[in-house]
């Protein structure tokens, strides 16, 4: 296998990978990007890549911008060091009105920080090589709907940029991880069922996980019994998890605000109601898109092993969690919208929290202190 070191310290490595079907088509729209992924978020970059960016020969107007677009984060460590110092209007310095990137346009792709060069790919080599796309980027999402048929995944061999490092994983560990990716996916993507009871469904594989990790499938009681709606309920334990979020990310926190300010007052059903059949109205397949989103965000995440530690329960309620976060958001945003971009830009902008951060983890503790995370009131939730 050959390798060969760039100037950021990444190797590229050919060999085969597993992908989405869309994957091969993602290219960068570059201006044509309604809100950029350097805009408005907390990009952090390694202690190496910082300085390899202060020792780097540009000219003048550029060495001025560079010097200024990153700076040490209060508690740096050498995997997350420096950030991008955005100005008031939250843009990167080096953020061109063009829509380019000024480091980029003049010393070429291999000049940018890995995370600047590679987002939204995801290269992952420890359970299994595989790469993708994140849901964050609306250019990933805009791929995910181009077509109604479910995320069909291949392999494809290309050279790739990936960690010098694997981490250990037994053979045990990665057939646990394929047999229940491939298991779980097949009931998320089976449109025979409604999503909420497909959802509950792959709830029922994890608990049988956390009993028996050589569980077989097929011995597993998927039954799900129809859970009556609580909106009441329903809404505050989601407005109390998207006020939380809202504090913390500033990505989201204007679509948290709006949707708490629409439910405050009036009839907490009929607002519902009304905003949920304005959104079927404008997005009639509105299932068939979050199962994609839901899929893809998985695989992105290496599902089930999504968080380090976690029990397949806990796992479970980050996947019931991560659901209703978006629905809910898009269901209120959508009722003052009527295009599909909006709803792209809504979901790009929940997926900037959900995909990099440790959001499963803390919406499972959210609704673990909402008493909202036993199954039978998570049944109640996602079919709302």
């Not at 505050?236 to 998890?241: K, Y």
Request: with cysteine; glycine share 4%.
């Amino acid at each position: 296998m050959a390798v060969k070191i760039d100037a950021t310290g990444d190797g590229f490595v050919m060999d085969e990978f597993i992908v989405p079907d869309y994957y091969q088509k993602f290219s960068c729209k570059g201006p044509a990007c309604r809100h950029t992924c350097c805009s408005g978020w907390g990009v952090t970059i390694p202690m190496r890549q910082y300085f390899n960016l202060l020792g780097m020969e540009t000219d003048q107007p550029l060495r001025d911008k560079l010097d200024r677009a990153f700076r040490p984060v209060l508690k740096p460590s050498p995997d997350r060091y420096a950030e991008i110092a955005h100005d008031f209007r939250g843009v990167c310095p080096l953020h061109l009105e063009s829509g380019w990137c000024m480091l980029h346009a003049q010393l070429g792709e291999d000049a940018l920080p890995s995370v600047c060069r590679e987002y939204p790919r995801g290269v992952r080599t420890d359970y299994a090589n595989e790469v993708s796309c994140s849901n964050s980027c609306e250019k990933t999402l805009e791929l995910l709907f181009e077509s109604d048929a479910p995320i069909a995944f291949g392999r494809h061999a290309k050279p790739v940029r990936a960690p010098m490092q694997k981490l250990g994983r037994t053979v045990a560990e990665r057939t646990l991880y394929l047999r229940t990716r491939a298991c779980c996916f097949e009931i998320l993507e089976n449109r025979t069922l409604s999503l909420p009871s497909r959802i509950l469904m792959v709830g029922r594989i994890l608990q049988a996980l956390d009993v028996d990790p050589n569980v077989d499938f097929r011995t597993v009681d998927l039954s799900v019994a129809p859970a009556a709606r609580d909106i009441p309920l329903t809404y505050r334990v989601l407005q109390n998890i998207s006020r939380w979020f809202a504090t913390r990310n500033q990505s989201i926190a204007e679509i948290c605000r709006d949707n708490e300010a629409f439910y405050q007052e009036g009839d907490l059903e009929a607002k519902y109601d009304a905003a949920l059949r304005h959104f079927e109205t404008v997005l009639p397949n509105h299932e068939i898109r979050f199962e994609k989103m839901l899929v893809n965000n998985l695989f992105f995440r290496q599902f089930p092993f999504v968080d380090e530690g976690a029990s397949f329960a806990d796992v479970f309620t980050g996947l019931a969690g991560t659901y209703l976060f978006v629905r809910f958001l898009a269901i209120g945003t959508m009722r003052t919208q009527s295009t599909p971009e909006a709803f792209v830009d809504a979901m790009a902008a929940a997926f900037r929290v959900i995909a990099h951060t440790r959001f499963e983890h803390n919406v499972g503790i959210l609704l673990r202190d909402e008493d909202a995370a036993d199954f039978a009131t998570i049944a109640k939730l996602v079919q709302a």
